[in-house]
């Protein structure tokens, strides 16, 4: 029997609803929750996020503003342009769109982010509270991952957890999550030997590596849960996911589409996030 297919459009609408409800109480005390994106350049695949997030802060009744930024921007003007940001007491989320150039992909800029409105998670007291287990914002997408994991009624503890990818955003902060859970979890990266001798052990499988199709079928064991946080624009035009999806569905018990699985749950993370940092700096 093939994979069950896990909706995450359709989880996303109840976390949007629950938000929906907590603006218009904020918006009766006169308080619009606020939400910034700032994005550097202009990747094809972060400027269909950054405008999802937008929209979607709209549509919800929230204050939403995307600030864009060419490449060449100094290192002081972005930092620069963030201090005003934790200045201003109209803006209760600030959310640095990734990739960054080179140039600024500095632990100062993360550092930079005002705590209290940092909803992605970035600011290094944030990543350090998530490794103790303590709460604090963490970053949108491994937040959405647990909510579908949660969702589908999975028991964590004792569960082997495998995660393809190391990055500050997703892969470190989600396997943490899990290793507070309870799982066993292994971390694979570009330097891992033999990654399907890895994955072949993944009770859940996660894949935040960025190459369309890496995981295939022979790569994963049967029953094995599989989330594809993977998202490629093609020269097609259309996206593509790390999991080489029809394939490995025959294998898994249950699995994300691209798109429609976590992208849609990061997006209402993000905004899940920026009203619980309104309520918090407004004491509302």
């Given at each position: 029997?093939?994979?069950?297919?896990?909706?995450?459009?359709?989880?996303?609408?109840?976390?949007?609803?629950?938000?929906?409800?907590?603006?218009?109480?904020?918006?009766?005390?006169?308080?619009?929750?606020?939400?910034?994106?700032?994005?550097?350049?202009?990747?094809?695949?972060?400027?269909?996020?950054?405008?999802?997030?937008?929209?979607?802060?709209?549509?919800?009744?929230?204050?939403?503003?995307?600030?864009?930024?060419?490449?060449?921007?100094?290192?002081?003007?972005?930092?620069?342009?963030?201090?005003?940001?934790?200045?201003?007491?109209?803006?209760?989320?600030?959310?640095?769109?990734?990739?960054?150039?080179?140039?600024?992909?500095?632990?100062?800029?993360?550092?930079?982010?005002?705590?209290?409105?940092?909803?992605?998670?970035?600011?290094?007291?944030?990543?350090?509270?998530?490794?103790?287990?303590?709460?604090?914002?963490?970053?949108?997408?491994?937040?959405?991952?647990m909510r579908i994991l949660d969702e589908i009624g999975v028991k964590l503890e004792g569960k082997n957890a495998v995660v393809i990818g190391r990055s500050n955003i997703v892969g470190k902060p989600?396997?943490?999550?899990?290793?507070?859970?309870?799982?066993?979890?292994?971390?694979?990266?570009?330097?891992?030997?033999?990654?399907?001798?890895?994955?072949?052990?993944?009770?859940?499988?996660?894949?935040?590596?960025?190459?369309?199709?890496?995981?295939?079928?022979?790569?994963?064991?049967?029953?094995?849960?599989?989330?594809?946080?993977?998202?490629?624009?093609?020269?097609?035009?259309?996206?593509?996911?790390?999991?080489?999806?029809?394939?490995?569905?025959?294998?898994?018990?249950?699995?994300?589409?691209?798109?429609?699985?976590?992208?849609?749950?990061?997006?209402?993370?993000?905004?899940?996030?920026?009203?619980?940092?309104?309520?918090?700096?407004?004491?509302?």
């Amino acid at each position: 029997m093939p994979a069950k297919i896990i909706d995450g459009k359709k989880i996303a609408e109840k976390i949007l609803e629950k938000a929906k409800k907590d603006v218009r109480t904020l918006k009766e005390k006169g308080i619009t929750p606020k939400l910034v994106v700032i994005q550097v350049g202009d990747d094809p695949a972060s400027s269909i996020y950054v405008q999802k997030k937008h929209d979607k802060c709209l549509e919800l009744g929230m204050a939403s503003e995307i600030k864009k930024f060419g490449k060449k921007i100094t290192y002081t003007e972005f930092l620069f342009e963030i201090e005003k940001l934790n200045k201003d007491d109209s803006v209760h989320g600030i959310l640095i769109q990734l990739p960054l150039p080179e140039h600024l992909s500095h632990k100062q800029v993360f550092e930079t982010i005002d705590v209290a409105k940092d909803v992605d998670g970035l600011n290094p007291a944030n990543h350090g509270k998530n490794l103790l287990g303590k709460e604090c914002f963490r970053p949108a997408t491994p937040i959405g991952i647990m909510r579908i994991l949660d969702e589908i009624g999975v028991k964590l503890e004792g569960k082997n957890a495998v995660v393809i990818g190391r990055s500050n955003i997703v892969g470190k902060p989600i396997a943490i999550m899990l290793l507070n859970a309870g799982c066993t979890v292994t971390i694979c990266h570009s330097k891992t030997r033999n990654l399907k001798e890895h994955t072949l052990k993944a009770d859940i499988l996660i894949s935040a590596a960025g190459k369309p199709k890496l995981v295939k079928e022979n790569m994963v064991k049967k029953g094995a849960i599989v989330i594809d946080v993977g998202t490629t624009k093609m020269k097609n035009g259309k996206l593509y996911g790390d999991v080489d999806f029809e394939k490995v569905r025959k294998k898994a018990s249950w699995i994300t589409p691209v798109p429609g699985g976590v992208g849609p749950m990061t997006i209402a993370s993000v905004v899940e996030n920026t009203v619980k940092a309104c309520r918090e700096i407004t004491n509302a």
